[in-house]
Each structure stands twice: as C-alpha cells, then as structure tokens.
C-alpha cells in the first residue's frame, strides 16, 4: 500500500513540476527542479522535500529540510539533512516531517540542496493555521 501512496505522490509532483513549466518544452528543460510538497488531514500535516535531476548523469548531492515552528507553546527547530544521489529525470522524495498545527502555529518550512558546500537550488513555504504561503 506504501508502495502505490509514494508512486501516486511521486506522480503529482511531477505533474506539478510539468505545470511549472508553463508551456516550456520540459523535455528540453536542463535545469533541476527541488520542491516541497504538503498533504493536510484534519490538523495533521504531511511535509514532504522533493529533487528532480534534469542535468545528464548522476550527482552526490545533500539535502537540508528545516522547519521552524512559533506558537502558543513556544519555538521549536527541527532539521533533517543527509546525502542522496540524483539520477537523470528521476524524481526522488529526500525527507518527510508530519506536523500537527494548533491555532495560533506558524511553520516555516525549508529545503536547500547542495553540491559539496555550495547551494545549488532551493524552496520555503510558511503555513499559517489554514494558509499556506510560498
């Protein structure tokens, strides 16, 4: 069941990197994609960072998902990072956080990848009880 949940969510993503696009020839795109994705359930948030290779080869790149959170109940930083490989036009889900918002929560979400030391793409998002901003 896990299998066909991380297929359907690896499906969207790229569907939405494809709409990124707009109307540019993707198949011609060499330029790498990274994105976070979210999924809501009651109060119950899904945080999930994504990296879609489009330059030819594989690389040993690292990751770094942080997110912050400010509330009610004070300030939390919670940040997970770690190596991957990125293959040609192969999408790859790099980390996962499950949040649970009260109101009043804000989060800060971000995603950076890197080559060696150096930043080679980026993402952020904030969420605010019922918003989500980019």
């Given amino acids: 069941m896990r299998f066909f949940y991380e297929m359907l969510v690896t499906l969207l ?14 198949a011609n795109d060499t330029t790498s994609h990274t994105w976070i994705s979210l999924h809501r359930e009651g109060a119950i948030t899904m945080i999930q960072g994504h990296y879609l290779a ?3 080869g594989t690389a040993s790149l690292r990751y ?17 990072s770690g190596p991957f490989i990125a293959h040609t036009d192969s999408a790859v889900t790099l980390s996962q956080v499950t949040l649970k918002m009260q109101y009043g929560d804000t989060y800060s979400i971000s995603l950076r990848i890197f080559d060696g030391n150096m930043p080679i793409a980026s993402d952020s998002i904030s969420i ?4 989500t901003i980019r």
């Fill in 13 to 26: 993503c790229l569907l939405a990197v494809s709409g990124l696009a707009q109307n540019a020839d993707v």
């Fill in 54 to 56: 489009r330059e030819a």
């Fill in 64 to 80: 770094e998902l942080i997110s912050e959170k400010r509330g009610g109940s004070g300030h939390a930083v919670s940040k997970q």
């Fill in 128 to 131: 605010m009880d019922d918003e």
